[in-house]
């Protein structure tokens, strides 16, 4: 559900504050280095700021990613020495903070939500905010896990294009990786609601209802974390912004393509949604009329049988039909007539 | 439900004419007064009209907070010694005026709705209205309850950057105040969507529809008061008034974001509250389905064997069976076949 | 519903032919006219065109009043003198015209639909044009009623501004009035949708749900008058003409507001006749399971217990049990057993 | 429903083909001409396409109105003539072809749906398009049926205007002869909607519920073909055309009016549909809630009334109640006691 | 349902990666060329890279026609060779993009769907690539099946004026073909509409619901490849590259109109799927009420009556009925008044 619990921390706080309002302990940041040039590259965990400072300024291009944004004293003297504006800061460990682009002079600055999967199939969505400098792309996330390793792996090995490019393609591949990610999650939604379709038609349990709604939960919940890319990548290709070459907003051309393609699945998914609660709907009624149908038909052939029988289980001393020789069959012979009669009614109806 | 009331005080009247049309009886307004260089800070309660309008005049920043509005005379005299137009005075103690933002050479005019919850968790919604002047803010309040006891404490006590900065900083800090509060109130509907959620899962009562109809209400109502800030606030920042200098814009677009925040989580819960209408709607449909099913199984396993228990129970005089040693034990044992055979067929229908 | 009839007055006329096509009989027109100066006013009734006319071009400022629009030869001739184009002649006397600005060199011409309530509370729309000269304003309205009872009592006794101003003030001031009354239909609807809300809780007869039907019917229409007026008014405020003067626009800026609040009240009063009839439907349910259930118990706990009287009432010569000297008192206590685990079967499915 | 059947007739042809679409059998074209000036009118039934060049090209206004379309020679050979380009003549006789305005340096463009009522009521959908040149206008149109009547009567006559003026006010008066018969159209509907409404909540049978959705589909249909109207008129006003004057604007913002209307009637028609619609399933519900309560009530009473009666049906030997002098009536008592009880229990419930 | 299969393929590959995701297995492709002049068309299979680049080349206009595109290898070298961006071959060969077209200086790239039936009314859906230079149009696609035989029909034999105009004129010639196909889909989802319709009406099984569900799912994933094909044309007509002849945009205009037809058609059935839906529903309540009267007219009927039998079925010993002499007899009329009674009733509230 929503978050909202921001209020609790921030409530008559001046804004600007730089406060973690995220779900986990404290803990010390760490911060992890690639420095690389299309030849070599260079790995390596800085402790002091004047150190990742140094990978900052250098001639090569460089990821600095910050992992634990808890420390507020770190985060806080990190962004001075970046030169960095305190609310841009306060967003970027706002673990609350919808996706956004903010553009300076001097840096890019993005907060998007990672989601995937772990490998309960349980959806996961990790803050992370990304600053696009000259040379420099700073990185800070929540948790070591990520859905970077692809984009280090290319780093580490050379592999494409991305050491011979400069730091914008460097954001962009991040931000690359974070979309393909979402597909991920589409594809994990897919499944269930193809489960779901399968369970409505054949096993309607109540449980399948609560299934739904949770799906459509879930999809509005991801909604509103992947929504709002589309616009800023297509804020980012009209920015005039000399951070970001001609060559890179080709590239996020395709990736504004892919959040399209996000949006409509996610649009269809919400209509589909609603098609199975109706599917739902409609079968619990179904049920209930097969129900009704068993219940008229035992009803409406035995409680006339009864009736004949309790006729003639009354006790008047003058009862003619009683004593006659073949009554009993005679009677007999009236209800079987009588419950066939009904049987081919309830045939000739269809309810049979 | 909304308030159209202001039609049984106006009609017939002239436009601009300065009536109080809110809920509580007619008091005399107080003044409060906030004073502050950097360095200083100084609060008094002053009673003539000139006294307050020698603080919007001194070289000072002020924060001139005028507590009740219903004293239509004194207002009237007020708005006139700060040169306001008597139409926004109007507004001003109107306490039905949808927020609203109006740019004047002089000074620019804002209506809000502070949303609070009242320590038995009711939700209060209060009328405040704020011009901000070259070197004074000027607050028209129902009640001294209110949200900006932050903001108080922090010129009181010189926390942060607000006694270093303008007027404009200033109406900046008291917009964030109210919308800060706006999250909380919207933690409170969150914290009622998830009791009622858990409550249509497992105990559907007929109270629990009526709350679901009660909390839209609020989401319609909390929307109508909250929706139209955002698109004020964006004009603001789009504005080219000397009153509001490019650093408090800064701090604005900040506020926008929290309003778009705040009105994606109002158009989720409103989903959510057709969601968890749809998911009552279905429960109620699952138990009568239980319920028929019951009936359905009870009546189509014991009519057929009363009807049996009827047949011998018949007087006539010719029933050869009756006569049988095991006749009884026979029927018996139809009755037991009947009653297992109904038992397996219900089973396997999985009404079971 | 919907009034197409217009079809049936002027299929195959030409376009600008003056019909009209109001549901009154054919009476004479009436004109009242008010001449005013700061100073002074004059209220006469005129019998000539030309009369009329002279008050037109009199340097004084004049409300002309036609009351009666049926005599389409009068209204043909007065429109001549007064340089009207035929096709808005045709719009001022179409009472099912649709609220409309048009902006002539000379003159704005207005359409719009005064929505009042009878003693009876009934809601009665009557039709009425207003077209504003630069020293003149002529309106048409179909009867005597109206509301703008509050306009000639302040032009009578000068109360407020209205005498010192222009004839646009005036304009605005009928405006203004004809806006101050879609208040008092709101409150109307305000008030019988708190009726129904009550009802639907309490006591959900069908009649409810016809009249929440019509409910929704009379927003949709009131919808229909007021809705166009905002547009309207916000494009007479952007409007170059002369005729409006930048003081005026202040208060139409106004009335501007008052057409938003009306708009969104409506927006949201056509949300809650929706939840209405969905709470509506959703206590048919409640109804229905209840029903169901008081069947359902009755049916599960007598009808096993006939079984039994059942197989004790039958006739076979040898039925062990009917001989012994407690069997009747062992078969009640069986059935009385059974009633009593019944009743607690349905006590912990919580249908007690 | 629906026609997409060009996709049988068009398949792999060339675009631009001229391919007669409608469900008519071919027959050859006829020509209506009328020809006039201010002081007279000639008609007449020109038969080669030289003669009727000669109109098109001759001083006076003339209007060439082309009766049958399915001679696809004749179109092309008259096309060419008057140099139209090809494709604008297949939509000419494409009688499946949307309404659409397309303006050319020689020639304005225009395709339009004719709706009329047949004598038994049945709706009518006709295929019309006009070009209308510099002293010219060519209609297309399928029957001889068509709603130009009046428009023939004021030429032949001289009545109204249309005489004194040139070929853009023709072309104006005949697209106001089809949109002054949609409001006959919507008065059909209109009524239809009332009588279905009067049914739904005296009789509804589920024939209503079918004739519900007929005219929800009937509405989406004639949506279809107005719709797009409104849309193309204002493109016409907003033309820089020669073609059209100032004047003949003036109309055309008239009839502009017409379509708004039309329009707004039509969404709400398709509102009110819903809501009956929602009325029929409301009354369904409201009928099977006095079904189950009379079926419970029944049952209720008797099925507590026969088990008693079954219990002293039972044939124990040893049953004291049996023997007793007054058993029979207190049993009788008893039940009736119990009636009573239930009886008023129910009322208590208001079920009776 | 939605492919989002390309997560599996691609997650942390570098983009620009050309990766086949098709659901066919990796075969060569073939590439089929047509050369033509407006006098002579040469058809031939060119295997090597340098004999297709020749045929790019040349003078005369070509289509150049691969069949076949999971040959990644092949394709990229064809790719270098006629200069094509890396990005849009990878869009090229990925059969999960949406339809877009992209303009470039030297060539305009775009992709669509094509949507037919197969002989056993199967909806497939392949994914075509469609590259127009200035001499040339290259055409990527999966599969020999596809629904440009008519263009090939026109080109071989000289048809319309296919061969006499530029490769834009082919371009547009393809996407016509493809645009003419989404007709002959319509119309088979059209049919099934109806089919479905006439079912709801007098058989709705609940197989009718499943099938309902389907066709609007079907809707759907139609309307996503369909409709923003009518955006890209539009975008294609407003273009200003030198590759469009102003002649071949009004053709294009003409394939607009399609789209809008098409997209509106779509429109419609969805919201005829949701009339369905909703008429499914109304008639499930429909036969549940047939099905409760039924049982609520039998069970009224025979439950008292079956009382009435049980009370003289007591064994009291003093019960004066039943020793009088015409006792049973009596009983017998009150019973058969009873039994005429309740039909008379059920028959005036109009149950029978």
């Known amino acids: 559900m929503q978050k909202v619990s ?12 730089i406060t973690y309002l995220g779900r986990r302990e404290k803990t010390e940041s760490s911060v992890h280095v690639f420095d690389y040039t299309p030849k070599d590259v260079y790995e390596c965990y800085p402790k002091t700021l004047n ?31 970046f030169g960095l504006n305190p609310l841009l800061l306060e967003d970027a460990i706002n673990t609350q903070q919808r996706p956004k ?15 995937y999967l772990t490998d309960k199939n349980e959806l996961v969505n990790e803050h992370v905010a990304i600053v696009l400098f000259e040379k420099c792309v700073l990185v800070f996330q929540e948790v070591k896990d990520d859905v970077f ?14 050491r011979t490019k400069g730091s914008d393609y460097l954001f962009f591949a991040l931000l690359d990786a974070i979309i393909d990610n979402y597909f991920v999650v589409l594809e994990n939604i897919n499944t269930r609601m193809e489960v779901l379709e399968e369970e ?15 799906l459509k939960k879930d999809v509005l919940k991801i909604r509103r974390y992947i929504f709002p890319v589309k616009e800023l990548i297509s804020r980012l290709i009209a920015s005039e912004s000399h951070l970001i070459s001609k060559d890179t907003k080709l590239f996020l051309r395709d990736a504004h393509d892919h959040c399209t393609e996000i949006n409509e699945s996610l649009q269809i998914y919400r209509e589909m ?44 001393k003058n009862m003619p039909e009683l004593q006659t020789e073949y009554g009993y069959f005679v009677v007999w012979g009236v209800m079987i007539t009588l419950f066939v009669a009904m049987l081919v009614y309830f045939k000739n109806r269809h309810w049979l």
């Open 200 to 214: 409505v038609y054949n096993h309607p349990t109540p449980d399948v209802a609560i299934r739904i709604q949770e």
């Open 149 to 162: 390793e692809g984009v280090r792996n290319r780093l580490t090995n050379g592999l494409g294009r991305i």
């Open 6 to 17: 921001r209020a609790r921390g921030k409530i008559g706080k001046a804004p600007g504050t």
């Open 101 to 115: 682009i903010d553009e300076y002079e001097a840096y890019i600055f993005g907060v998007f939500k990672m989601l």
């Open 51 to 81: 150190e990742i400072l140094g990978y900052k300024n250098s001639d090569t291009i460089s990821w600095v990613d910050v992992v634990g944004i808890s420390d507020e004293v770190f985060i806080e003297n990190l962004g001075k020495k």
């Open 273 to 316: 949604t609603m098609s199975l609660m109706e599917m739902y709907m409609s079968n619990m009624s179904n049920k209930m009329n097969e129900v009704m149908k068993v219940l008229t038909i035992m009803a409406s052939i035995f409680i006339p049988l009864t009736f004949i029988a309790g006729v003639y289980g009354m006790n008047f």
